[in-house]
């Protein structure tokens, strides 16, 4: 969700005005921005059973007990951020460009993410100080590259002329290209802060799924690699050519993009995963 809604702003702002989402893209959106709120809303219900040892729906009138530990305040918090989104997008839609509306949108996601970095590894291991803006720095990259490609794939271009569709497909391979190497060093970072040492890389669950994530990661960057020359290339040639190139263009994100979803997921089993 946080890639979909994230990807969609961080195209318009970084890249240039996407058109207005219809259709299946507005669905999406909206169903992203709605899970913004409703996950972290969920997950405060399963803390709360789990700390009072009652059912989800017996934790709904101590929800507030939440709040009385940091996992479940940074929970509740990233409950009422999604919901201070999800209202936004759902009212006035995702903001493009550099105005206050785009700059209060940009804080909240920010915000966002701390919680994310705040109730995690990023905390509670070694030297939070550094864990925690390394981690919302990574996790927005993340958000900049896939979510863009998200975006891309849902259509967020539509012009009437191919050469300004593959202009912004350039202009979007120098963010990503920032990105990645965002992503991989804030990954180094993070991978030194939390194993000692390399063997613990093939020993521990955590360490075991994180090797699995980077294979997974360098296979996406293969076939970035390959869509980014295919960017490179000089368009010449007539209108139903370049035409061509701009569709080509458009369907190599959905590979892009799909790989990039399971990276999502493994991400998810790191999280979540121990170091034993």
């Known amino acids: 969700a946080l890639v979909v809604v994230g990807g969609w702003f961080a195209l318009g702002t970084l890249v240039g005005t996407p058109a207005a989402p219809t259709g299946r893209a507005r669905s999406v959106l909206r169903g992203g921005a709605v899970a913004l709120a409703a996950a972290p809303f969920l997950q405060v219900l399963m803390f709360v059973g789990d700390v009072r040892g009652t059912s989800i729906l017996g934790a709904l009138p101590r929800f507030l007990d939440a709040f009385e530990y940091t996992p479940g305040a940074m929970l509740g918090l990233r409950a009422i951020l999604g919901a201070v989104i999800a209202a936004a997008v759902l009212s006035t839609g995702v903001p493009s460009g550099r105005g206050q509306s785009s700059a209060v949108f940009a804080a909240a996601g920010v915000l966002y993410?701390?919680?994310?970095?705040?109730?995690?590894?990023?905390?509670?291991?070694?030297?939070?100080?550094?864990?925690?803006?390394?981690?919302?720095?990574?996790?927005?990259?993340?958000?900049?590259?896939?979510?863009?490609?998200?975006?891309?794939?849902?259509?967020?271009?539509?012009?009437?002329?191919?050469?300004?569709?593959?202009d912004v497909f350039v202009r979007f391979g120098a963010v990503a290209r920032v990105a990645v190497l965002t992503i991989l060093f804030t990954g180094v970072v993070q991978t030194l802060r939390l194993h000692s040492g390399i063997t613990s890389l093939f020993t521990e669950s955590h360490g075991r799924w994180l090797m699995l994530k980077v294979l997974v990661v360098v296979a996406m960057l293969r076939v970035a690699e390959v869509n980014r020359r295919r960017t490179a290339l000089r368009i010449s040639g007539s209108d139903a050519q370049v035409a061509r190139r701009a569709e080509l263009l458009r369907r190599a994100t959905v590979p892009e993009f799909a790989v990039g979803l399971v990276v999502v997921a493994l991400t998810a089993v790191v999280v979540a995963s121990h170091f034993s």
Do not use: F, N
């Open 113 to 166: 993410l701390v919680t994310l970095a705040y109730a995690g590894h990023s905390r509670s291991m070694g030297t939070p100080w550094r864990g925690i803006p390394v981690d919302v720095v990574h996790t927005a990259a993340v958000v900049a590259w896939l979510g863009g490609l998200g975006a891309l794939a849902l259509g967020a271009v539509r012009t009437d002329s191919a050469q300004a569709t593959i």
